[in-house]
């Protein structure tokens, strides 16, 4: 069965920095791209960041550009959003989800920005 | 960046009734691979997003056949032959076909 499980969430101040994880298991971890997509509080679901299953290429949403960085340990199987600089406007609950077309999903973590 | 407009915002629906999404795209979501990768998910209360449907009608395992999927282009449709109760929820798409990845604002359905 294909898990994900991330981790890192946390309260932090505005300019602050958070690395969360994404541990997987269940799958060949080096053949799926993956995933941060995240969810304001009763708002819908806004993509944050994709990368490759090689690791070689990484696509971000305008607004973290910059900001976050995706990565990935094969040797591990997780995924890792680095997010520095944060704004308020970055409080959200963050999943993970494996390919491009999303077929998996994490139950996420929240991360809330404030001061 | 691709703007994709669902509507309903909301869906009340009776139980064994049927009911329709619309989920419409600012651009085509034809890629040069001429495939259209347009996906569903649904989001029941206090859960994460789960797919439903990938590749505009492609159903999930486990996804019950009540669900389908249709459209092409810029023209899309989630369809439920008959709400069952566990339907409750968000209903979003998704396009995967254009950087960034974007997704409608959303459709609940909930019971009458």
């Known amino acids: 069965e294909v898990q994900l499980l991330e981790s890192g969430g946390g309260l932090v101040q505005p300019g602050g920095s958070l690395r969360l994880s994404c541990a997987a298991s269940g799958f060949t971890f080096t053949n799926s791209a993956l995933n941060w997509v995240r969810q304001t509080p009763g708002k819908g679901l806004e993509w944050v960041s994709t990368i490759s299953a090689s690791g070689g290429s990484t696509y971000y949403l305008g607004s973290v550009e910059g900001r976050f960085t995706i990565s990935r340990d094969s040797s591990k199987s997780t995924l890792y959003l680095q997010m520095n600089s944060l704004r308020a406007d970055d409080t959200a609950l963050y999943y993970c989800?494996?390919?491009?077309?999303?077929?998996?999903w994490g139950k996420g973590t929240t991360v809330t920005v404030s001061s | 960046d691709v703007v994709m407009t669902q509507s309903p915002l909301s869906l009340p629906v009776t139980l064994g009734q049927p009911a329709s999404i619309s989920c419409r795209s600012s651009q085509s979501l034809v890629y040069s691979d001429g495939n259209t990768y347009l996906n569903w998910f649904q989001q029941r209360p206090g859960q994460s997003p789960r797919r439903l449907i990938s590749?505009?009608?492609n159903r999930d395992s486990g996804v019950p056949d009540r669900f389908s999927g249709s459209g092409s282009g810029t023209d899309f449709t989630l369809k439920i032959r008959s709400v069952e109760a566990e339907d409750v929820g968000v209903y979003y798409c998704m396009q995967a076909t254009h950087w960034p990845l974007t997704f409608g604002g959303g459709t609940r359905v909930e019971i009458k």
């Open positions: 989800a494996t390919a491009y077309s999303m077929d998996v």
């Open positions: 590749g505009v009608s």
